[in-house]
Nanobody
Framework: VQLQASGGGLVQAGGSLRLSCAAS????????MDWYRQAPGKRRVWVAT???????NYADSVKGRFTISRDIAKNTMDLQMNNLKPEDTAVYYC?????????WGQGTQVTVSS
């Protein structure tokens, strides 16, 4: 499975961005999909998960502000990010758990200015 993340950019605090992740290849093997992020000098951390059945889960730091969604027919996953904070600045990665193991996208930069 190949993943392509897009939608990052520069936004002021309080603003919104929508990230997208397009999957290609053996997409039928995808089970759950996640977003992770990695801030400068910090380790990569989990942000949100969505299962093939649509069940979602969020890190406490983004709960109530971020919404993960998935269109299985289109093989896409989105992350709607509202009320962004400077601490949300990071490279965001999409990942998919498949029967053959995990796949990672290349990352998209999100920068939130104060």
């Amino acid at each position: 499975v190949q993943l392509q993340a897009s939608g990052g950019g520069l936004v002021q605090a309080g603003g919104s961005l929508r990230l997208s992740c397009a999957a290609s290849g053996n997409t039928f093997s995808i089970k759950t999909m996640d977003w992770y992020r990695q801030a400068p000098g910090k380790r990569r951390v989990w942000v949100a998960t969505i299962t093939s059945g649509g069940t979602t889960n969020y890190a406490d730091s983004v709960k109530g502000r971020f919404t993960i969604s998935r269109d299985i027919a289109k093989n896409t996953m989105d992350l709607q990010m509202n009320n962004l904070k400077p601490e949300d600045t990071a490279v965001y990665y999409c990942t998919a758990a498949t029967a053959l193991g995990p796949s990672w996208g290349q990352g998209t930069q999100v920068t939130v200015s104060s």
